[in-house]
């Protein structure tokens, strides 16, 4: 069965540092992209980071640019997003996500990140 | 990197067909053949329902249909039933590797 799990997430203080992990399993984890989308409470979905399947290639949204870094363990078939300088309006379930065709087919159960005093 | 537009509320009678717009520009929707919609049950992570405009994923009912006219993309719910109550997103590939979302419609079964 094709799986992604995410952990990591939880409370922390504005201007704390959070790192996020996603573990797949059930197919060739180095042979897709990945991706790390987000939804704040009671909102829509956001994408946020983008990382190729073997160059590690990386994107981010604007809001993130400098503050967020996604990368990979493609031998131990895991996803990973480091957060640093968080503020309020992070705070959101985040999901890892697998795309192909330019579409996120594969979505894990996600994780929430909460940032608050 | 601005939202797709979606109207926030949708809803249709069991049996009757719905259908959701997404509206982008030129740099989104009408410049890449490359939206997909998702379902999304309360409490539940996003399923890919359309992607690619118009393809479904194995497994997803042919209830389930999409299409694009210039800036503007189509989700149509054919034969509604109870359990397509939830909310819908649409997403577009915008370009150098970045994706947007609309802001969700709520689909409810009336």
């Known amino acids: 069965e094709v799986q992604l799990v995410e952990s990591g997430g939880g409370l922390v203080q504005p201007g704390g540092s959070l790192r996020l992990s996603c573990a797949a399993s059930?197919?060739?984890?180095?042979?897709?992209?990945m991706n790390w989308v987000r939804q704040a409470p009671g909102k829509g979905l956001e994408w946020v980071a983008y990382i190729s399947s073997v160059t590690s290639d990386k994107h981010y949204v604007d809001s993130v640019k400098g503050r967020f870094t996604i990368s990979r363990d493609n031998a131990k078939d895991s996803l990973s997003l480091q957060m640093n300088s968080l503020r309020a309006d992070d705070t959101a379930v985040y999901y890892c996500?697998?795309?192909?065709?330019?579409?996120?087919?594969?979505w894990g159960q996600g994780t929430m990140v909460t940032v608050s005093s | 990197q601005s939202a797709l537009t979606q109207p926030p509320s949708a809803s249709g009678f069991p049996g009757q067909s719905v259908t959701i717009s997404c509206t982008g520009t030129s740099r989104d929707v009408g410049g890449y053949n490359y939206v997909s919609w998702y379902q999304q049950h309360p409490g539940k992570a996003p399923k890919v329902l359309i992607y690619e405009v118009s393809k479904r994923p194995s497994g997803v009912p042919d209830r389930f249909s999409g299409s694009k006219s210039g800036n503007a993309a189509f989700l149509t719910v054919s034969g509604l039933q109870a359990e397509d109550e939830a909310d819908y997103y649409c997403s577009s590939y915008a370009g150098d590797i970045n994706w947007v979302f609309g802001g969700g419609t709520k689909l409810t079964v009336l």
């Open positions: 996500v697998r795309d192909s065709d330019y579409a996120f087919h594969i």
């Open positions: 059930g197919f060739t984890f180095s042979r897709y992209s």
